[in-house]
Each structure stands twice: as structure tokens, then as C-alpha cells.
């Protein structure tokens, strides 16, 4: 069983910063590449930042600049450090990891989400 829990959203004004935390844990074999999406109502879940094992990270044009993921391997942590926030980045947030358990195989990567954590940004 693994599971994703993401931590630290909430309430900021514009140009202020949050920072949001995904921990992946479970029968872990290992992990992956380490995803933040975001979904506001009645649009797509966008890809927002990814970073993989190496530490190699790539970003949305909307965020580059503001953002920073990063992780910590030994804890199978990924975070989002958000700074000058802006009301277009109200969005619910939801981590997304490929990961590998035991009893599926040291190879089998599966794709796992998060419950998702709000993030508002007021102007």
C-alpha cells in the first residue's frame, strides 16, 4: 500500500509565498519522478513542476521564476516553494509520483495521487 499525503496549503496575499510538502509512504521500493499538478473548477489538471530522482527539475511557463520543487530522497518528500503568488495561482494542488512497492516489482512504476491541498491567493 503507498500513499501521498500533501501538507501546507492554505490562505496568502498576492506576492506572498507558501510552501507545500508531499510525502510519499508505504511498502516503497522506490520513487520515481515527483509531480505538482493544480486544477481550479471546470478546467484540466495542469502540470505545474516535476522533479525526478537526479534532482532534475522542469516547470509550467506560468510558474518558472516564482516556484522551486524540490525533494528529499531519503524521506521520499517532494515540496513546492511558492513565492510571489498571484491570485491566478488559486488552485487545488495534488501531488503525483511514479513509484515502485513490493509485491508489484523493483520496475513496475505506477502513477499515485494525492488528496490535494487548496492553495487561495487573495488580491
Known amino acids: 500500500q503507498v500513499r501521498l499525503v500533501e501538507s501546507g496549503g492554505g490562505l496568502a496575499q498576492t506576492g506572498g509565498s507558501l510552501r507545500l510538502s508531499c510525502a510519499a509512504s508505504?511498502?516503497?521500493?522506490?520513487?520515481?519522478?515527483m509531480y505538482w499538478y493544480r486544477q481550479t473548477p471546470g478546467k484540466q489538471r495542469e502540470l505545474v513542476a516535476s522533479?525526478?530522482?537526479?534532482?532534475?527539475?522542469s516547470y509550467a511557463d506560468s510558474v518558472k521564476g516564482r516556484f522551486t520543487i524540490s525533494r528529499d530522497n531519503d524521506k521520499n518528500t517532494a515540496y513546492l516553494q511558492m513565492n510571489s503568488l498571484e491570485p491566478e495561482d488559486t488552485a487545488v494542488y495534488y501531488c503525483?509520483?511514479?513509484?515502485?512497492?513490493?509485491?508489484?516489482?523493483?520496475?513496475?512504476?505506477?502513477?499515485?495521487w494525492g488528496q490535494g491541498t487548496q492553495v487561495t491567493v487573495s488580491s
Open positions: 503525483n509520483a511514479l513509484i515502485s512497492a513490493r509485491g508489484v516489482g523493483p520496475l513496475d512504476f505506477r502513477s499515485y
Open positions: 522533479v525526478d530522482d537526479g534532482h532534475y527539475t
Open positions: 508505504g511498502t516503497i521500493i522506490s520513487v520515481s519522478v
